[in-house]
């Protein structure tokens, strides 16, 4: 199984800032100690026309160039900086990658990715282009050179947070789904409306959550029929995590990651997931729950490869 990473270029931030970059090199560290079957790449970084595909060239423009406002970098949360910019375009690279890597195998990955706050014309919330959306419009423009219909994408998107740029870019588009299940006092405080979205209360466990899950994923295949699928695994809904406000365990988590790979499996769809939100109060547990989602993925994986096999 591929999966793509960009932790070589590590943000400075300032002393005491939330945002957990260390989870990204942890989490390749862990894969390549406990998951040797996982084929671990470097990403290229994207490309402005490729950003311009779900972005504002005057964005692009501003982040690339370091002409953004300081205001607008508030926004983001981080200091601008050449390596924040490359950093962007590299994990949106690295979600572009495994959206073709799983095209040809059926699943694959993105170490970091999930910048669902990012809207066409600004970023927010450590988001700062949104990469699910530039890896499914680019994906629909490869489809559409080798076949009559259009490319139809559903996003799951299980960070804790609502994924309003998302949203908001694909407002209007029939070709893309939506699903969001989230806190419904969290951030961002102005939700945007999703295809689908599920809004759960503080405090929810494991038996509510995968009780919604269940229902949106009966309502997402009663509503839409996806060839491919874009799953954001937020470790953020952990009873552990400093911004979550859910109470999932672990094992709720991993049992949340075999539904959305089952339904899937069992469907013949092609999925690329990303890694999205993870702050713990402990960032091992991040990790940990994060590796837990490949450990489950590559199972599905080899499943996949041994149907191919069987195949004429």
Known sequence: MQAFYSDR???????GHRFPMAKYAMLRDGIESVLPQVSLREALAATEGQLALAHTPAYIDSVISGSISTAAMREIGFPWSATMAERALRSVGATVSAVNAA??????????????????????GFC????????????????????????????????????????????????????????DK????RKEASDLDVALVDGCGDGEYLGALDLALVELANRFDPSL???????????????????????GLEARDR???????????????????GYGLHIEETVQIQLNTYRVALSYWQRWMSRNATLP
């Open 9 to 15: 270029f590590v943000l400075p931030l300032p002393q």
């Open 103 to 124: 095209m040809c195998s059926g699943l694959a990955a993105n170490l970091a990715g999930g910048t669902h706050h990012a809207y066409a014309e600004k970023g927010a």
């Open 128 to 183: 700062v282009f949104n990469d699910v959306a530039v890896a499914a419009r680019l994906a629909q423009i490869e489809w559409a050179k080798k076949h009559r219909l259009p490319l139809r994408v559903a996003v799951i998107d299980l960070d804790v947070h609502q994924g309003n740029g998302t949203a908001h870019i694909f407002r209007s588009d029939e070709t893309v789904f939506t699903v969001s299940l989230h806190g």
């Open 186 to 189: 969290n951030f961002p405080f």
């Open 229 to 251: 699928v874009i799953y954001l695994a937020g470790a953020d809904p952990y009873e552990g995590d400093r911004l979550g406000r859910l109470k999932l365990s672990a094992d």
């Open 259 to 277: 539904r959305v790979f089952d339904w899937c499996f069992h469907r013949g769809i092609p999925m690329a997931f990303v890694m999205a939100g």
